[in-house]
């Protein structure tokens, strides 16, 4: 992502959301590259098909929504 010092000032938002993504920005001053703002190391992003859920119910015939819905609900609601 490239970022000018003006975003840096009213865009700040957007680029605490790349830095979350695990962009590196790079800051232009009058359209040229002057420094680079780099993620740190730490958390990294979870990937979906790293989850232990994913596959799990390959086998099932029923909707994803309907398996969701049984997932996500209470263990009072029948």
């Known amino acids: 992502m490239h970022a000018s010092i003006l975003d840096l000032r009213y865009r700040t938002r957007n680029i605490l959301k790349a830095l979350e993504n695990r962009e590196t920005i790079i800051v232009l001053y009058h359209g040229k590259p002057k420094g680079m703002i780099v993620p740190l190391?730490?958390?990294e992003r979870a990937r979906v098909h790293d989850h232990?859920?994913?596959g799990m119910s390959a086998k099932e015939k029923g909707s994803v929504q309907g398996i969701?819905?049984?997932?996500?609900s209470?263990?009072?609601?029948l």
């Open 41 to 43: 190391h730490g958390k």
């Open 74 to 77: 209470g263990r009072h609601d």
């Open 68 to 72: 969701m819905h049984d997932l996500r």
């Open 52 to 54: 232990p859920f994913f």
